[in-house]
Nanobody
Framework: QVQVVESGGGLVQPGGSLRLSCAASGTISIIYGMTWYRQVPGKQRELVATMRSGGSSNYADSVKGRFTISRANTMKTVYLQMNSLKFDDTAVYYC??????????????WGQGTQVTVSS
């Protein structure tokens, strides 16, 4: 079993910063990538930032230059540093882990989400 847990959400004023954390645990043999998504009610979940096992990363155009995805010593923990936050960044942020476990095939695991609210 693999679990993904996000943390670090909260209430922040426009222009402020937050750092989200995502930790994957369990019988993981390979992590292919870790991705942050976000979703607001009534809209589709959208990709925010992704980091692949080789270290490359990609960002949604809406967050480029403001958000940075990084990892700890291993890919099991990734962070999303969010600066210059805007009202439109308000959403539930989800972490997705693309993994392979021992004796199993490759699959994706989602966290429960963490709320980020940008408000004055």
């Amino acid at each position: 079993q693999v679990q993904v847990v996000e943390s670090g959400g909260g209430l922040v004023q426009p222009g402020g910063s937050l750092r989200l954390s995502c930790a994957a645990s369990g019988t993981i043999s390979i992590i292919y990538g870790m991705t942050w998504y976000r979703q607001v009610p009534g809209k589709q979940r959208e990709l925010v930032a992704t980091m692949r096992s080789g270290g490359s990363s990609n960002y949604a155009d809406s967050v480029k230059g403001r958000f940075t995805i990084s990892r700890a010593n291993t890919m099991k923990t990734v962070y999303l540093q969010m600066n210059s936050l805007k009202f439109d960044d308000t959403a539930v942020y989800y972490c997705n882990a693309d993994v392979q476990t021992w004796g199993s095939s490759r699959y994706e695991v989602w966290g429960q989400g963490t709320q980020v609210t940008v408000s004055s």
